[in-house]
Each structure stands twice: as structure tokens, then as C-alpha cells.
């Protein structure tokens, strides 16, 4: 097992990284500080791992709140469906939630234990590439809106990630390789030996080799937590690892949450922004290439939809979080390896690109 530490002070926790984790009873009972659990999970994954999970902490008093699979269902009405259900079954500030499930459990499971009686804890379990890599670790809670994704939201931190490698061969492959462009986007951003890496390996990830996909998912998170450890609510250089978000956030939301993955936007938002970071002449051309090649390899797409134009993108793009004094702010890669945050883009510029 691979234990690794997000550094937050009074707020740090551990990261665990082991195949059969969830069976392990002692691990997880030693980070819920009261006998009462919650959890959360969706119609997909509860049948396959809820059972396991139970009967590790038999030894507690848990129920659980099951909720449709898919983004469009990270909502207010389903913030609302797991607030009623602590409520009704009179949950106080001891119970813990365990969020059991991709990012979108995750996210509105943090959500909920964020505002629940101004805040209880929550443990993360997360059972996709993407929400293993990414949306489970750093305490970015939220749920979406027809306007904007994860704009209604907070940070707060989990107890625990318990990551279950086992919990990945249930992937179909079309969620697994969207996870992996969260994994390529940490290539990109601040570690070039890792993209080469990813180059080097494709074979044996795409065959889910175990030893592989450990390493890989150990790196990730510690990129991911000593990041988060050096600025947590994204004042700065967090605001990074939304390379690909501001063009992936805009396709989500304007083709429907889930008509397009998370991570299929993302990678799509990546060469966006890759295009763009070489037409102000901060890429090489052949970077771009590199980055291209290694999202085609995961099926990954390079190209935006074809309803969308610079006044669909735009729209979406000004109500950005990351958006300062009304100016757009892009995350542009400057290297493999390397990247920057900028709100130097010129509109024209812009909509020559889209």
C-alpha cells in the first residue's frame, strides 16, 4: 500500500493507494470518529462496492443515500435528496459521509458534508481514473448549474482517500480513457518526464496493468497535493490544473452535462489551449503534435463540437471562476512540462482559434 499526505495543518489527511482497499475494516473504521455513517454512491457503483464497503464497517451504524448515475445529475435537487435524507434520519454533526463513486459522488457528496449543520466529515472513495487522479483529492466540492459548472460549490477538505485500484476494472473504456486526460493534463501542466512517460507506457495502461496504473496514480496525486498543500483555495498556482477547463467547462455546459465526459471536454479544452498558446507564440508547434498524438492514442477528442462557435464559447467562457476585473484568464502551456496562466488573450485572437 502507497501512503501519501495532502499538508494542510490541522486539515492534512492521507492518501491510500492499494487494490482490495476497501475490504481493509481497520484502515477505514480508524478515520470515522463516530458510529453513525452515511453513504452516498449511484445506481452503477452501489451494486458493485457498496457491499464490500458495509461489510467492512458492519461494526457501525450506517444507511446510505443511492442516486442516478451521470453529471447531470450532480444538481441542487440531488444536493437537496442528500440533505433531506440526513435530516429525516436525524444525522447530527458526528455522522460522516463516505462519497462512493466517481467525481460527481465525490463533488456533491463534499458539497453536502460541507454545508450539512455548517460542516461533518467526509471520506473519499473514489472508484474512476478521473475522480482517483483528480476531483478526489484537494477539497473542491460542488454541484452544477444549467449556466455554469461546479459554480455553486466550496472547499472542503476530506478525512481520508481510500483509492481502490481494484475498483477500476469496471470501468468501461470510454470512462477510463476520459479519466486518463486528467492524467495527461499533469504531464503538460509542471511535469515533462511523466508526459514521456505516459508516451512510453500507453500499451500497458490501456491493458490496466496494475504496477502501471499504481505508479501513475500515485504520481498524480502527489503533483495534485503538493499543489493544494501550497495554495488551497486556488489563489494562485492551483489554478493550473484547470489547463483545459476553461474550453472544457464551456462544451459541458453548453452541450448538456454529459452528452460529452468530463475528461473528453478537458482533453478537447487541452488542444484548445495548446492552439492558442502557439498562435502567441509561447508552444512549439511540435509540442502541440506531442500533446495531440498522446490524447489520440486514449480515443481522446481533438476536436470541439461542431455547434459550437466563438459566441457559444465566449458566453460560457466569461462567466469563468478564474476570471478577474472582467478579464478572461486561460491556463496556456508553454512546454511540455510547463505552463502558464494568462489574461493576455486578445478576443480576436480568440475567435480566429475557435
Known amino acids: 500500500m502507497t501512503t501519501l499526505q495532502v499538508e494542510l495543518g490541522t486539515r492534512s489527511y492521507p492518501i491510500y493507494i492499494d487494490s ?68 429525516a434520519g436525524n444525522h447530527g454533526r458526528d455522522t460522516t459521509l463516505i462519497a462512493l463513486g466517481g467525481g460527481v459522488i465525490g463533488d456533491i457528496t463534499g458539497f453536502a458534508a460541507a454545508c450539512y449543520q455548517r460542516g461533518i466529515d467526509f471520506i473519499q472513495v473514489p472508484t474512476t481514473v478521473l475522480s482517483q487522479v483528480d476531483s478526489s483529492v484537494g477539497g473542491k466540492t460542488a454541484v452544477n448549474h444549467p449556466l455554469g459548472k461546479n459554480m455553486i460549490g466550496a472547499f472542503y477538505q476530506p478525512k481520508a482517500v481510500f483509492i481502490d485500484l481494484a475498483s477500476l476494472k469496471s470501468l468501461p473504456a470510454r470512462e477510463f480513457n476520459a ?51 501550497t495554495d488551497e483555495t486556488e489563489s494562485g498556482v492551483r489554478a493550473l490544473l484547470n489547463l483545459g477547463h476553461t474550453f472544457g467547462h464551456a462544451i459541458e455546459a453548453d452541450q448538456g452535462y454529459g452528452k460529452w465526459l468530463h475528461g473528453e471536454a478537458v482533453a478537447t479544452g487541452m488542444v484548445l489551449a495548446a492552439k492558442l498558446a502557439v498562435a502567441m507564440s509561447l508552444l512549439e508547434v511540435s509540442d502541440l503534435r506531442r500533446i495531440e498524438a498522446l490524447l489520440l492514442a486514449f480515443d481522446l477528442p481533438l476536436v470541439a463540437p461542431e455547434n459550437m462557435g466563438f459566441e457559444e464559447f465566449i458566453c460560457h467562457m466569461r462567466r469563468d471562476k478564474k476570471n478577474l476585473a472582467g478579464k478572461l484568464r486561460f491556463i496556456l502551456p508553454t512546454a511540455i512540462g510547463q505552463s502558464e496562466i494568462n489574461d493576455d488573450v486578445s478576443e480576436e485572437l480568440l475567435q480566429q482559434i475557435l
Not at 508526459?195 to 500499451?203: G, I, K, V, Y
Not at 504520481?219 to 497535493?225: E, P, Y
Open 179 to 229: 479519466g486518463i486526460s486528467e492524467v495527461i493534463k499533469y504531464g503538460i501542466l509542471g511535469d515533462g518526464e511523466f508526459f514521456t512517460w505516459l508516451e512510453q507506457h500507453t500499451n500497458d495502461i490501456k491493458k490496466g496493468d496494475t504496477g502501471t496504473l499504481a505508479y501513475m496514480i500515485e504520481r498524480c496525486c502527489q503533483c495534485k497535493a503538493d499543489i493544494v498543500a
Open 20 to 87: 482490495g482497499i476497501l475490504s481493509n475494516s481497520d484502515l477505514l473504521s480508524s478515520h470515522i470518529r463516530s458510529k453513525r455513517v452515511c453513504i452516498v454512491s449511484n445506481d452503477i457503483v452501489a451494486p458493485l462496492y457498496a457491499p464490500t464497503l458495509k461489510e467492512a464497517l458492519k461494526h457501525f451504524d450506517i444507511d446510505e443515500v443511492i442516486l442516478p448515475d451521470g453529471e447531470a445529475e450532480k444538481s441542487l435537487a440531488n444536493f437537496d435528496v442528500i440533505m433531506s435524507h440526513l435530516l
